[in-house]
C-alpha cells in the first residue's frame, strides 16, 4: 500500500478564511481522492483529482469552496474556502492502489472554525 | 432510504469475545465490499476487501457478504484490547466513489 502524509493534521481557523491542505504520496498514483468525515457521519467523497485535468466534483461540492490542485502523480492540495463553522471536519485524502480496486487513505486534517 | 446503514454503537465487549459487526444497503450496482479500521486520530486502514458472496478470512478477521439480502458482516475472533477501534463498511461500484457506513465504535475491555 502507498504511504501518504497530509499537513497540516490539525488547525483551528477563523470565519472567512481559507485553508490549503496537502497530501503527498510516496509513489505515482492516478488518481487521488479528497474526502470529508464529519462528526457522526460517514465519509463523504469531495472530489476525484487526475493530473493534468479539472478535479471531478460530487453532487454538493462546487470548485469554488473546495479548489483542487493537482500538479503532478504525488501530490494534490485541497483548499477549504470562506470558512464558516459548518466546514468543521476531518479532511482526508485517498489514493487508488496500482490494481484499482482498493483505496487507502491518509491520516486526515482535522479542521476546526471558529 | 440511504444506502449504507450501519449501527453506530458504541459495542463493548470482553477481551476474547467474537465481535459481529454489520452493514445493510440497499445499491443493487455495489460489486465490491470492504471494511476499514479507524483507529482515534487516525485515516481509515483497509482491512478486508471482497467481491463475491460468501466468507473471506484473514487471521481473526472473517467478511462475510451475502449479495441476495444486501448485508456484510465482519466477525473478530479472539478480540483483542487493541482492536478497539472505529470500524466503517464501505461500497463500490464499478466507478471510483466509495460508499461509506457511519461506522460502529467499538471497545474490547481487558
Known amino acids: 500500500s502507498a504511504v501518504i502524509s497530509q499537513k497540516p493534521s490539525r488547525d483551528i481557523c477563523q470565519r472567512g478564511t481559507s485553508l490549503t491542505i496537502q497530501c503527498q504520496v510516496d509513489?505515482?498514483?492516478?488518481?487521488m481522492f479528497w474526502y470529508r468525515q464529519q462528526p457522526g457521519q460517514s465519509l463523504t467523497l469531495i472530489a476525484t483529482?487526475?493530473?493534468?485535468?479539472?478535479?471531478?466534483?460530487e453532487s454538493g461540492f462546487v470548485i469554488d469552496k473546495f479548489p483542487i490542485s493537482r500538479p503532478n502523480l504525488t501530490f494534490s492540495t485541497l483548499t477549504v474556502s470562506n470558512m464558516s463553522p459548518e466546514d468543521s471536519s476531518i479532511y482526508l485524502c485517498?489514493?487508488?492502489?496500482?490494481?484499482?480496486?482498493?483505496?487507502?487513505f491518509g491520516p486526515g486534517t482535522r479542521l476546526t472554525v471558529l | 432510504q440511504k444506502e449504507v446503514e450501519q449501527d453506530p454503537g458504541p459495542l463493548s465487549v470482553p477481551e476474547g469475545a467474537i465481535v459481529s459487526l454489520n452493514c445493510t444497503y440497499s445499491?443493487?450496482?455495489?460489486?465490491?465490499f470492504m471494511w476499514y479500521r479507524q483507529y482515534s486520530r487516525k485515516g481509515p486502514e483497509l482491512l478486508m476487501y471482497?467481491?463475491?458472496?460468501g466468507n473471506k478470512e484473514d487471521g481473526r478477521f472473517t467478511a462475510q457478504v451475502d449479495k441476495s439480502s444486501k448485508y456484510i458482516s465482519l466477525f473478530i475472533r479472539d478480540s483483542q484490547p487493541s482492536d478497539s477501534a472505529t470500524y466503517l463498511c464501505?461500497?463500490?461500484?464499478?466507478?471510483?466513489?466509495?460508499?461509506f457506513g457511519t461506522g460502529t465504535r467499538l471497545t474490547v475491555i481487558p
Open positions: 471482497t467481491y463475491s458472496s
Open positions: 445499491n443493487s450496482a455495489f460489486q465490491y
Open positions: 509513489s505515482q498514483v492516478t488518481m
Open positions: 483529482a487526475n493530473q493534468g485535468s479539472e478535479a471531478t466534483y
Open positions: 464501505a461500497f463500490r461500484t464499478g466507478a471510483n466513489n466509495l460508499f
Open positions: 485517498s489514493v487508488e492502489s496500482s490494481g484499482g480496486n482498493e483505496q487507502f
